[in-house]
């Protein structure tokens, strides 16, 4: 079932266009679906407490492994995944995709998956309860190599992009029996509130692990411990 949530969610991708000053779109489900399949075979069964929505691919992360914030050590080291990823139809000089042989590190990746393995120690225990995804699988770039976020896109393309990216969150949220959905980040978090609407869904928001936020580089891991606690989520003492 959740391949299928991701089959219909690339289906009703494909026809969509995106204007300058977008020029390369990257779909790591499509290039990088090996790993992202050993990602749900390993930790996507449900049901699961909490889904952790991100907002995008980084060219760091997601691009290089298929999975979401996936910063190359902490999916090979810690998830154990390693399978051989493509290339996107076109891609950009500056953000080449060389799989799990990249040396670019993702910060927000390294600390979202460097809080879960010092809280729960391996990742069986962590995705009991948790499961992390992203919004929209679709990593936009500009001419110059710069990243442009879902939330920057003209209205038009984006309400196509959000009515598909929405309905898939709603999908694989009710798959997993989620009681909880957080998006990581103010966009995540909005929109999870709006694909969930009408359900028996709680949804919220935590703060994103980005070195781009101020807020995140004055301790992300204990802020995060503590916004989880505020919605009652707790988690387990450290891991030895």
């Not at 991100?54 to 998830?79: K, S, Y």
């Not at 500056?94 to 391996?122: D, I, M, Q, Y």
Request: proline share 10%; net charge positive.
């Amino acid at each position: 079932m959740h391949a299928r949530i991701i089959d219909r969610l690339l289906e009703a991708l494909r026809p969509l266009a995106f204007a300058a000053p977008v020029t390369h779109v990257y779909n790591p489900l499509e290039y990088a679906r090996r790993p992202y399949d050993a990602y749900l075979a390993a930790y996507g069964r449900p049901p699961k407490a909490v889904l952790l929505v991100g907002m995008n691919p980084g060219p760091w992360g997601m691009a290089q492994t298929g999975v979401p914030f996936g910063e190359v050590g902490a999916v090979r080291d810690w998830l154990g995944i390693a399978a051989p990823v493509g290339r996107p139809a076109m891609a950009h000089p500056r953000r080449p995709v060389e799989g799990f042989a990249c040396r670019r590190a993702e910060v927000s990746g390294r600390r979202l998956w460097g809080w879960a393995r010092k809280n729960f120690g391996t990742p069986e225990a962590f995705f009991r309860c948790f499961f992390v995804a992203n919004y929209c699988p679709l990593l936009f770039l500009e001419a110059d190599g710069r990243n442009r976020t879902p939330d920057k896109l003209p209205r038009a393309e984006r309400k196509a992009l959000e009515a598909a990216c929405d309905q898939a969150v709603r999908d694989l949220a009710l798959h997993l029996e989620c009681r909880t959905v957080l998006g990581i980040g103010r966009f995540a978090a909005a929109r999870v509130a709006e694909a969930l609407a009408g359900t028996a869904v709680t949804t919220g928001g935590i703060t994103h692990p980005s070195p781009a936020n101020p807020r995140a580089n004055r301790g992300w891991e204990a802020l995060v411990s503590a916004e989880l606690a505020e919605l009652g989520i707790r988690l387990p003492p450290p891991a030895a």
